[in-house]
């Protein structure tokens, strides 16, 4: 039987269309995401219930809920079930380190920290839906590649990854950290700008004249809607380029 607790969502699957039954039946559940007919938090009708309805094999089902995890549209919880996950994770971005991206490059990352303390931050407390009050672990990072000042890193965490220390963040990026503590982070919010450069900036990444900085500002969650970082980073403009995919479904 069907789980009762579930939004059943009508679902039309083509047999004869050279389209996966896979990604005919996830394309459809998305589609009943994005136009609010289930809503974040909703239940979500399980495996053998949603086999058995549209007469598809578990192997099917299971791949097409598999994706949809993938794109943080669903979140799986040990006892709880499936649910449609927070709004904020409906588009999911697959975040990359530029410590790892330069390791990747050989470009001979390393990491200068400037800052680690425990602070109270009501904007990028905002920023990850906390209250203004919360205690956040801020980093500032200097980031060169050999000796090249590439970027000045400023984070915020939240209290649960408190215990990041000095020496993980010098040896290794912010992102490494997290996955060694079983946190994969998917974005929120993420805005790309230019801008002058701060004294502060101008120090760090040795800039001289009218030269600006590229600035990438985000706010991240993990697949469950939980926060993991707020971010504010300005990059050598003539150093460093931001590519974008734009993946329009």
Known sequence: ???????????????????????????????????????????????????????????????????????????????????????????????????????????????????????????????????????????VRLRLAADAPLAVMRNWLPPAYGDISRDELEATGLYAALRARGVHAVVAHQSIAARMPTPVERKHLRIRGTQPVLTMTRSAFDGAGAPVEFGDHSYRAEDYTIDLMVDER
């Not at 904020?88 to 400037?114: N, Q, W």
């Open 1 to 139: 039987m069907p789980d009762m607790a579930a939004q059943l969502v009508d679902v039309s699957i083509d047999r004869t269309s050279p389209v996966p039954l896979y990604h005919q039946l996830s394309e459809q559940l998305c589609a009943a995401i994005t136009d609010g007919r289930l809503q974040p938090g909703d239940p979500f009708e399980n495996e053998v219930a949603l086999s058995q309805r549209l007469s598809l094999s578990r192997p099917t089902v299971r791949r097409a809920i598999q994706e949809m995890v993938d794109k943080g549209l669903l979140v799986r919880r040990r006892g709880l079930g499936t649910t449609v996950a927070n709004r904020k994770v409906h588009r999911r971005v697959a975040l990359s380190s530029l410590f790892d991206d330069l390791s990747r490059e050989g470009r001979a990352p390393r990491t200068v920290l400037l800052e680690h303390d425990t602070v109270t931050e009501s904007d990028a407390a905002a920023a990850l839906d906390l209250p203004p009050d919360t205690p956040l672990l801020a980093i």
